[in-house]
């Protein structure tokens, strides 16, 4: 159990579009959703996370007009890269937790970004 | 604050050699959990261990295992008579209020 999705494995996109990425926990009530961003040969950093029917808490320097976080159901988060430039492209992360002591995460296949 | 350090940029073996892995964490909470994870080439995370901080048994998985230290505040991580699969980035995270990640250390594993 505790499979987490995300669609689509990869995207290309041109400069100035926006682009949205979904993120499904398949067997389980999510009860909040974490998204992160890796750049080539490095960590994966903490974006924002996100409760159902709450505002997503974003990280300091990560900016919430341009990263449009929803967290519409317990089994769904989307991401949307809005007005995408060069510099967001990425691998973008997602995961999510069930309520427990360890608050767990239980982490996506990853999307890859690429903006032309 | 939070702070994970993986010592180890890169570490480059030949096939059945044991690899070491180092993890040393900072953090003023008395209760949290400690992972490593493995991400292939192709990105997917795979979970391969947690720990919390009320269980300093060291533990054996395989040709992997841990050894976490609480009073030097060091989860290691090691790979026995390694293998070419086991190429991949390692990552060790620590959670308490957030999940942090290490900056990662990259297995080379030569045949």
């Known amino acids: 159990g505790a499979v987490v999705s995300q669609h689509p494995s990869w995207v290309i996109c041109k400069s100035g579009t926006s682009v949205k990425i979904e993120c499904r926990s398949l067997?389980?009530?999510?009860?909040?959703m974490f998204w992160y961003r890796q750049f080539p040969k490095q960590s994966l950093m903490l974006m924002a996370t996100?409760?159902?029917?709450?505002?997503?808490?974003?990280e300091q320097g990560v900016e919430k007009d341009k990263f449009l976080i929803n967290h519409a159901s317990l089994t769904l988060s989307t991401l949307t890269v809005t007005s995408a430039h060069p510099e967001d492209s990425s691998f973008y992360i997602c995961s999510a937790s069930k309520r427990s002591p360890s608050n767990e995460q239980y982490f996506g296949p990853g999307t890859r970004l690429t903006v032309t | 604050a939070q702070k994970v350090t993986q010592a180890q940029t890169e570490i480059s073996v030949v096939e059945k050699e044991d690899v070491t892995l180092d993890c040393v964490y900072e953090t003023r909470d008395t209760t949290y959990y400690l992972f490593w994870y493995k991400q292939p080439p192709s990105g997917e995370l795979v979970f391969l261990i947690r720990?919390?901080?009320?269980?300093?048994q060291n533990e054996i998985s395989g040709r992997y295992s841990w050894n976490f230290q609480k009073s030097t505040s060091s989860f290691n991580f090691t790979i026995t008579a390694s293998q070419v699969v086991d190429s991949a980035v390692y990552f060790c995270a620590l959670n308490d209020y957030k999940l942090s990640f290490g900056a990662g250390t990259t297995v080379t594993v030569r045949a």
């Open positions: 067997d389980f009530q999510a009860t909040t």
């Open positions: 996100s409760n159902e029917g709450s505002k997503a808490t974003y």
């Open positions: 720990r919390n901080s009320f269980d300093e």
